[in-house]
């Protein structure tokens, strides 16, 4: 190590420490960060702005229309690069920098690393208050940037020009970590972004990040051997972690050796091919008949990578068994031990390989396999009928047929809210590891196209399917003009179905009156008729409306061979959804009210509550 030093800004050691950090992707060593996705203002147009133009060339700088948008542009592409890669957003200070909360709370809750560089008030205080500053009455220390504390895995403020060296190197820890990633907030004071310091030239020299993965503890590793020896009905739920660590084969070898059946969550969707036999699909509230079915009888649940989160558990009323022993495999501690599982603290795709050889020639019984071969047939049987057309208003299932028929599992499947995730997690057949990208942690309404946009630069030669409801179209649509003018195609399919349809079909579930859900339900002196397919085409889109299945079908395919995005847009039925499999979820009805229906609901809830474990 020499002594030397280089005379930077703050903003230009920032930009230059991040075109030094690399990875390994396939053998080939690339930069580690994907690009930066930027809008500027006052707050980062001089200092960071500046940097990022001297470094164009090795780290590129993309703009978008929105903040929140192009945050989960960058976060899309780090869940599609599996973890291994990720990006940079910085917005001005103010409203550029709080449209980027919901963006990180979604990257925090999925566990994605994104690194968020909102620029911040100065930290001389001299010209305060600054155009958009927050004021706080009682507290000099506050700014608009505070919010994004709960939010981030690791937050700092960059008060001083040389604090960006430890705070760069604890970013890089939570950033590449497998249980502690999530998201980073750099709060840039904007005169602290255009301030010089003499930086080690040690700081900006190359280093490789690899992914850890941690071995598991010895005791903890017999103790789940031990446990999954005795079990006669054993399954395992695939989350986010197989496909993060990479796991999938390792999956596959492991289910197949010893004849475990494989469910799974909307996360790990895609950790086995939809035609393996082992592959009993959905889980949980959105789930397969098949998983379903398993999941009520096992006795032993082995949990890979999940969160465990309600909607994969059935708000915990979906395992019945009285004997059931939960393994919680992950690297994260806090995840591990939810709901009092046996921990297996390590990386999904190590732990899966000693248990597999700790656990010999030990399979399940045939009776169980048998069980799960026939709770699929069964479930393909429904999945079949509600995907084939008919000439009624389309419902989504249908739509995804549709989809599926004329693209295949091939494509990549991008969506985020509204009935879809519901109905793409039992229904799409996904294909390869990461063809199916589902945010179903935050379920943020308006991830969509942005997600798609950056799955497309993670996976630039996929094909690119995002859909999304007429309600997370309105939401934001923005990055549909971004994704023209970078030229990354997509192919977007809008179910118009006028109006928040699955929480207009939750309210009738729960005893609620329709009212404020779909748009005819709602206050309003013109009904509104939006023409989605006119509005697409403002921002450079290809678009079609097809008026049925058959139509959407072939537009698909002509659709197929345009290069730029494509929108097409259909109308749905809002009230049709899928009905074979699933499972009750804990939404809270009313103990008291003057309408008899709610207090119908809320006696088949509290009957419900009766199958909760706690
Ligand atoms: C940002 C955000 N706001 C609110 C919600 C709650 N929410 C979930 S789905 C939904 C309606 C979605 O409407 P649409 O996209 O048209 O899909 P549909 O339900 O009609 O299938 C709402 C309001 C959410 N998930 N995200
Ligand atoms: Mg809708």
């Not at 980062?44 to 500046?50: L, R, S």
């Not at 090795?58 to 903040?67: D, F, G, I």
């Not at 399954?235 to 986010?240: D, H, L, P």
């Not at 499972?583 to 009805?589: I, N, Q, R």
Request: include cysteine.
């Amino acid at each position: 190590m020499t002594n030397k030093t280089i005379r930077l800004t703050m903003a230009q050691a920032l930009a230059r420490f991040m075109t030094r950090q690399m990875t390994i992707i396939d053998g080939n060593k690339v930069p580690i960060f994907g690009g930066v996705f930027a809008i500027f203002g006052h707050g980062n147009v001089a200092g960071f702005g500046e940097a990022l133009y001297q470094v164009r060339e090795e780290l590129p700088t993309y703009r978008a229309h929105n903040e929140q948008g192009m945050a989960h542009a960058a976060i899309a592409f780090a869940k599609a690069s599996f973890r291994r890669r990720f990006m940079a957003a910085t917005s001005s200070i103010g409203p550029g920098a709080t449209n980027m909360v919901t963006a990180a709370a979604l990257a925090h809750v999925n566990r994605l690393p994104v690194l968020l560089l909102p620029g911040e008030v100065f930290a001389n205080r001299a010209p305060d208050p600054v155009l958009q500053q927050v004021e706080s009455f009682g507290d000099g220390t506050v700014s608009a940037n505070d919010v994004f504390r709960p939010v981030s895995r690791y937050f700092d403020r960059i008060t001083r020009p040389e604090q960006i060296i430890p705070a760069l190197n604890r970013a890089m820890q939570v950033l590449t970590d497998p249980a502690e990633c999530g998201p980073v907030t750099l709060s840039l004071c904007q005169d602290v972004q255009a301030e010089a310091y003499d930086y080690p030239e040690a700081f900006f020299a190359e280093r490789v990040w690899t992914p850890r993965r941690p071995m598991p503890d010895v005791n903890e590793l017999e103790a789940a051997v031990a446990a999954i020896r005795t079990a006669e009905k054993p399954v395992i739920i695939a989350g986010g972690g197989v496909l993060y660590s990479e796991a999938a084969e390792v999956l596959r070898a492991f289910a197949e050796r010893h004849g475990v059946p494989v469910m799974e969550t909307n996360a790990g969707k895609s950790s086995l091919p939809h035609d393996h036999p082992l592959n009993m699909g959905s889980v949980g509230v959105t789930g397969s008949s098949a998983s379903n079915l398993l999941a009520e009888q096992a006795d032993l649940v082995l949990a890979v990578g999940s969160r465990l989160q309600d909607f994969t558990t059935g708000s915990w009323a979906l395992f019945k068994a009285d004997n059931v022993r939960i393994i919680g495999l992950n690297t994260q501690v806090f995840d591990a031990y939810k709901h009092r599982a046996m921990p297996l603290i390590a990386d999904a795709k190590v732990g899966l390989d000693l248990l597999d050889g700790k656990l010999g020639p030990w399979h399940a019984s045939d009776a169980w396999q048998a069980t799960a071969k026939a709770a699929k047939a069964k479930w393909l049987v429904s999945a079949k009928a509600v995907t084939d057309p008919t000439n009624a208003l389309p419902s989504d299932a249908q739509v995804i047929g549709a989809v599926h028929r004329a693209r295949g599992s091939g494509a990549t499947l991008v969506c985020a809210s509204g009935g879809l995730p519901g109905e793409l997690h039992k229904l799409w057949p996904a294909g390869a590891p990461g063809s199916y990208h589902m945010e179903y942690g935050y379920s943020t309404m308006g991830y969509e196209i942005a997600g798609g946009l950056g799955v497309k630069l993670a996976k630039p030669h996929d094909d690119v399917i995002v859909m999304l409801g007429d309600g997370s179209y309105m939401m934001m649509n923005s990055e549909i003009a971004t994704s023209v003018m970078l030229g990354k195609k997509l192919t977007i399919v809008v179910l118009d179905n006028r109006g928040f349809g699955c929480i207009n079909r939750l309210q009738m579930a729960t005893g609620g009156a329709n009212f404020n859900n779909l748009l005819k339900d709602t206050f309003h002196e013109t009904l509104p008729d939006i023409d989605f397919a006119a509005h697409a085409a403002s921002m450079g889109a290809w678009v079609r409306k097809a008026a049925s299945i058959a139509e959407l079908e072939s537009a698909l395919a002509e659709a197929d061979k345009v290069e730029r995005t494509t929108v097409l847009v259909i109308d749905t039925d809002p009230l049709i959804s899928t009905e074979a499999g699933g499972h009750w979820w804990d939404v809270a009805v009313p103990e008291v009210s003057v309408r008899p229906q709610v207090n119908a609901a809320r006696k088949d809830y509290e009957e419900a509550l009766k199958g909760q474990r706690l």
